[in-house]
T-cell receptor, first 112, second 112 residues
Framework: DAKTTQPPSMDCAEGRAANLPCNHS???????VYWYRQIHSQGPQYIIH???NNETNEMASLIITEDRKSSTLILPHATLRDTAVYYC?????????????FGKGTRLSVIA | NAGVTQTPKFQVLKTGQSMTLQCAQD?????MSWYRQDPGMGLRLIHY???????DQGEVPNGYNVSRSTTEDFPLRLLSAAPSQTSVYFC???????????FGPGTRLTVT
């Protein structure tokens, strides 16, 4: 079973920030939080990951609560091309043979 | 780099036929894996490998065989196709010590 809980769907107006929540209340100290997205029926695409600090890259920001039991992925200025299913995954980073286990994700619809 | 490539893109099989889905990566990644995605569902892990000669089962391994004779290739074999194996199959790879996993474009398989 997936270790994360996400809302099944969300809407966001184009140009606004999209905030996607994820609950991972049973996360262990050595587990990272990963976000991937899947646009239409393409292969999933890596977005960002974090352990306990907030992270930012060119695609998104990841905010992890201090107790690490939840996180939020932020797309600062959503566009129509950000319409996709977003997956929040927790995984042990070391040893490196731990697989990614996907849940059902959140279907984000960006509306013009 | 071509990244992760999968062949064929589409395949139709009759029940009982066998076939091999091909997956190759040119990034020298040790870790490779296979997922299936049924309509409207998340990805489910079939098999994975942490290096040549080493494979392990994922969540849904029944009906599928894998082997890893080289770092570059990780084929998935269906010995006797069943309609329940109609799905989209994704191959992925990453460095064992890396965070980002790269996915192929998928193979769409229909078993009649």
């Amino acid at each position: 079973d997936a270790k994360t809980t996400q809302p099944p769907s969300m809407d966001c107006a184009e140009g606004r920030a999209a905030n996607l929540p994820c609950n991972h209340s049973t996360i262990s100290g050595n587990e990272y939080v990963y976000w991937y997205r899947q646009i239409h029926s393409q292969g999933p695409q890596y977005i960002i990951h974090g352990l306990k600090n907030n992270e930012t890259n060119e695609m998104a920001s990841l905010i992890i609560t201090e107790d690490r039991k939840s996180s939020t992925l932020i797309l600062p200025h959503a566009t129509l091309r950000d319409t996709a299913v977003y997956y929040c995954i927790v995984r042990v980073y070391y040893p490196g043979n731990t697989p990614l286990v996907f849940g059902k994700g959140t279907r984000l619809s960006v509306i013009a | 780099n071509a990244g992760v490539t999968q062949t064929p893109k589409f395949q139709v099989l009759k029940t009982g036929q066998s076939m091999t889905l091909q997956c190759a990566q040119d990034m020298n990644h040790e870790y490779m894996s296979w997922y299936r995605q049924d309509p409207g569902m998340g990805l489910r892990l079939i098999h994975y490998s942490v290096g040549a000669g080493i494979t392990d089962q994922g969540e849904v391994p029944n009906g599928y065989n894998v082997s890893r004779s080289t770092t570059e290739d990780f084929p998935l074999r269906l010995l006797s196709a069943a309609p329940s194996q109609t799905s989209v199959y994704f191959c992925a790879s990453r460095w064992t010590g890396g965070h980002e996993q790269y996915f192929g474009p998928g193979t769409r398989l229909t078993v009649t």
